[in-house]
């Protein structure tokens, strides 16, 4: 049995739910708890997480709700947050694991969606493919020239990946179908038979910018990685080499992609994250080699059901006194 207490069989917990999920977790969830659901997509703002949370032993929360750790202090009895998400940079974890609130997130089920959308972006930029899409429904097709819409090879050229975490990997693997040279960076470096089995081939930040054809980030938004790409890494690029960002806006300084997108330092960008979401760099908006999403890299229909069913299995694991499956600060569950 875990540190954490469980709530009497004979008691039903409650269960807050801060924004609309698939409705296959809210199902599951009422099997065995009270369900306060706010079925919208608005989200909860700080002062009502905190009044809806009362009396509810579980939050499922998605990445919009923040939890500081001003609002985790005043969170009373709640035992679990749940988050909706690889990502737990909208909770303050040390706050939580501070008060003995169990933070879990949804790692696994999405890495390959989002290593598939992380492709999908590289290619679009690469290939100009939202370009030429726009060129044909602004009816300005009239003729085939010897240069339209030409974009860069992807096959056969050097990919870099900042975080060699689990997709990080998942893109690696793929970059083998192209044929392509796969420089990494990560704070720890991977194992040899990772290396071996991927091609891998790890190497210093300076290195990795100035050799990459294709730059992609897959990195935890840390004090240490934030703004991991500035000015002076993007000006370390290839005046031909395409950033790629899947991971959280804050990793790269969006005015400096900015500038250096529209002066051609480097040659293009495709984004699905951004650092104040939903707002986008007004600059951003008004340039043709930037390739942009709104965060939906893991936004298959199975994966997004997977992920919220997750989220409530690690609720209900917490409720229970089970250890959940993904835990995130280990430290509030000692046996
Ligand atoms: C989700 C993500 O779109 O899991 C993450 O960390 O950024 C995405 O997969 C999002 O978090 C859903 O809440």
């Given at each position: 049995m875990g540190q954490l207490p469980s709530v009497p069989r004979v008691m039903k917990p409650s269960i807050l739910v801060t924004k609309r999920v698939y409705s296959e977790a809210i199902e599951y969830l009422k099997t065995f708890a009270e369900v306060d659901y706010e079925a919208t997509d608005d989200g909860l703002a700080p002062q009502e997480l905190v009044e809806r949370a009362r009396?509810?032993?579980a939050i499922v929360s998605q990445l919009t709700d923040t939890f500081s750790a001003e609002v985790i202090s005043r969170l009373?009895?709640?035992?679990?947050?749940?988050?909706?998400?690889?990502?737990?940079?909208?909770?303050?974890v040390g706050a939580a694991t501070s008060r003995r609130i169990a933070v879990t997130n949804t790692p696994d089920v999405l890495t390959e969606t989002t290593a598939d959308f992380a492709w999908a972006l590289l290619m679009a930029a690469a290939r100009r493919i939202v370009e030429a899409h726009q060129f044909l429904h602004s009816g300005q097709w009239r003729r085939w020239t010897i240069d339209l819409l030409v974009g860069r090879d992807v096959h056969g050229r050097t990919l870099g990946i900042f975080g060699m975490g689990r997709i990080g990997q998942a893109v690696a693997r793929r970059a083998r179908g192209f044929g392509m040279r796969v420089l990494y960076h990560d704070s720890v470096r991977a194992a040899e038979s990772l290396e071996r089995e991927l091609g891998l081939e790890f190497t210093a930040p300076d290195r990795l910018l100035a050799e990459s054809d294709f730059v992609t980030l897959h990195v935890p938004l840390l004090d240490s990685t934030r703004?991991?790409?500035g000015a002076a890494e993007l000006r370390k690029m290839k005046p031909t080499a395409i950033l790629v960002n899947t991971s959280r806006g804050p990793v790269v300084d969006e005015a400096a992609l900015a500038d250096a997108l529209s002066r051609g330092v480097i040659a293009g960008a495709a984004l699905d994250v951004f650092e104040s979401e939903p707002h986008v760099h007004p600059k951003l908006l008004e340039l043709d080699n930037a390739v942009l999403a709104?965060?939906?890299?893991?936004?298959s229909v199975d994966t997004r059901r997977r992920m919220c069913l997750m989220a409530a299995e690690n609720a209900a694991a917490v409720l229970e006194g089970r250890h959940p499956p993904n835990l995130v600060n280990t430290e509030v569950w000692q046996s």
């Open positions: 009396g509810k032993q009373e009895g709640v035992w679990v947050l749940a988050n909706v998400a690889v990502g737990f940079d909208n909770i303050d703004k991991l790409i709104p965060h939906i890299a893991s936004a």
